[in-house]
T-cell receptor, first 108, second 114 residues
Framework: DAKTTQPPSMDCAEGRAANLPCNHS???????VYWYRQIHSQGPQYIIH???NNETNEMASLIITEDRKSSTLILPHATLRDTAVYYC?????????FGTGTRLKVLA | DAGITQSPRYKITETGRQVTLMCHQT?????MFWYRQDLGHGLRLIYY???????DKGEVPDGYVVSRSKTENFPLTLESATRSQTSVYFC?????????????FGEGSRLTVL
């Protein structure tokens, strides 16, 4: 499974869009991109996933570059409750490996 | 109640003792996973299972044993606990159908090894 690289931390103003990048330059054709977040010490929560097309759900949007080597998770209107660690995972099998993630702090 | 539950939620044990963490899910999901999360770090995959009687190693399997005799249960055993196994342990199952690709996590089991 491809390895991912994320910035360790980011800040975002409340009400603004939060754009969280993920690099997965070694991704292969059958591997999906998944995003999860972990609030405090709770179990991680699924956000969204995609293969090559951009995806949107009620929580976020996922933008995957055409070469699939990177992606961006977009939280369109960040709130204080979005403060969490966000994990980008790439997997084509059933072996989901979490990296260290990005600690997003939403500022009032 | 439907969902995934872990027990115990908190456990203190001593070095060398055997400890079993239980995980139960009510969805009949085929795939189940065990992760550990050390303080201030990300999750690391210990073991996963594709179905009853099918298990496979993750990133950090040493010191752990798993079994899966029934689809709904996936216990994790530390045969001889060490202080380095002090951690929060999360169990997860993988959604199917409309939830395909989505991992559902339990609330975690906080283990302290003295």
């Amino acid at each position: 499974d491809a390895k991912t690289t994320q910035p360790p931390s980011m800040d975002c103003a409340e009400g603004r869009a939060a754009n969280l990048p993920c690099n997965h330059s070694t991704i292969s054709g059958n591997e999906y991109v998944y995003w999860y977040r972990q609030i405090h010490s709770q179990g991680p929560q699924y956000i969204i996933h995609g293969l090559k097309n951009n995806e949107t759900n009620e929580m976020a949007s996922l933008i995957i570059t055409e070469d699939r080597k990177s992606s961006t998770l977009i939280l369109p209107h960040a709130t204080l409750r979005d403060t969490a660690v966000y994990y980008c995972i790439v997997s084509g099998t059933y072996k989901y490996i979490f990296g260290t993630g990005t600690r997003l702090k939403v500022l009032a | 109640d439907a969902g995934i539950t872990q027990s115990p939620r908190y456990k203190i044990t001593e070095t060398g003792r055997q400890v079993t963490l239980m995980c139960h899910q009510t969805w009949s999901h085929s795939y189940m996973f065990w992760y550990r999360q050390d303080l201030g770090h990300g999750l690391r995959l210990i073991y996963y299972s594709a179905a009853a009687d099918i298990t496979d190693k993750g990133e950090v399997p040493d010191g752990y044993v798993v079994s899966r005799s029934k689809t709904e249960n996936f216990p994790l055993t530390l045969e001889s606990a060490t202080r380095s196994q002090t951690s929060v342990y999360f169990c997860a199952s993988l959604g199917q159908g409309v939830s395909a690709g989505e991992l559902f996590f339990g609330e975690g089991s906080r283990l302290t090894v003295l």
